[in-house]
């Protein structure tokens, strides 16, 4: 697989996830699973997509423009590398935040506690390899 087929992958499961967080079914409200001292204020569309992971407005939204950006990067290699490095760096970062209890709702605005912060650090180490290690040989860029 191609770093370009990388962005373009992670940019229609981005727009789906963020897409998905909307739908009544997909995301149960105010899911009973919601550690107590996890105080998120942005309440707006708040629960748990699947069942598994805290999402919201604000959430959802960030998983939309991610999943934008994906799309719009996976046009050449240069914009595809640079968006893999960026969900390396981005989504790394995430992972030690939720794992902080100062820090793992973002300030009340966006849940990254729970199954989140295992995805987090999947999607950083997914995008570390395409954005540093994998080489795209013989593939041709088309801008």
Not at 96 to 125: C, K, M, Q, S
Request: net charge neutral; proline share 3%.
């Amino acid at each position: 697989m191609s770093t370009r087929t990388f962005a373009l992958i992670f940019g229609i499961v981005f727009l789906v996830i963020g897409l998905g967080g909307f739908v009544p079914g997909l995301t149960v409200m105010d899911h009973a699973g919601h550690p107590a001292d996890a105080e998120v204020t942005m309440r707006s569309f708040f629960g748990y997509e699947l069942g598994l992971f805290p999402v919201n407005l604000l959430h959802n939204i960030v998983h939309i423009l991610f999943g934008l950006w994906g799309l719009a990067a996976a046009r050449s290699l240069g914009g595809a590398i640079t968006y893999a490095r960026a969900v390396a760096i981005i989504y790394a970062l995430l992972t030690v935040l939720g794992l902080l209890e100062a820090t793992r709702t973002t300030f009340g605005l966006i849940p990254i506690y729970g199954n989140d912060v295992w995805l987090h650090a999947l999607l950083a180490i997914v995008g570390a390899y395409f954005g540093w290690v994998h080489r795209n040989v013989g593939v041709a860029d088309r801008t």
